[in-house]
């Protein structure tokens, strides 16, 4: 059974950073591609970044580049996001999401057709 849980959410002021966890179990981790999507309050769920375990590559939504981080450590089967110069538009319920793929797919497919697997949310909530 694939299971996901995300951590690491909480308060946290404008221009600081939150580090995030998704622990894996249940699958055969280098064979999934793993990503990042946040919700915030009557918004639509975003893809904001995928890393492909098997061969690390990684990529990030728009919204998110050069201030997240993504990174997997295949030892512990966990994969974190490190986001910094946060903003109260990064205020949102985090998710991590598995594909059994080995390639990221496209954030177009990720954003409509979210992701195989989920794990349960984290709150990061930023304030000004």
């Known amino acids: 059974e694939v299971q996901l849980q995300a951590s690491g959410g909480g308060l946290v002021q404008a221009g600081g950073s939150l580090n995030l966890s998704c622990a894996a179990a249940g699958f055969t981790f280098e064979d999934y591609a793993i990503s990042w999507f946040r919700q915030a309050p009557g918004k639509e769920r975003e893809g904001i970044s995928c890393i492909s375990i098997s061969d690390g590559s990684k990529y990030y939504a728009d919204s998110t580049k050069g201030r997240f981080t993504i990174s997997s450590d295949n030892a512990k089967n966990t994969v974190y996001l490190q986001m910094s110069s946060l903003n109260p538009e990064d205020t949102a319920v985090y998710y991590c999401?598995?594909?059994?793929?080995?390639?990221?797919?496209?954030?177009?497919?990720?954003?409509?057709?979210?992701?195989?697997?989920w794990g349960l949310g984290t709150l990061v909530t930023v304030s000004s």
């Open positions: 999401g598995a594909d059994p793929v080995r390639e990221c797919p496209d954030f177009r497919v990720l954003n409509s057709h979210g992701a195989d697997y």
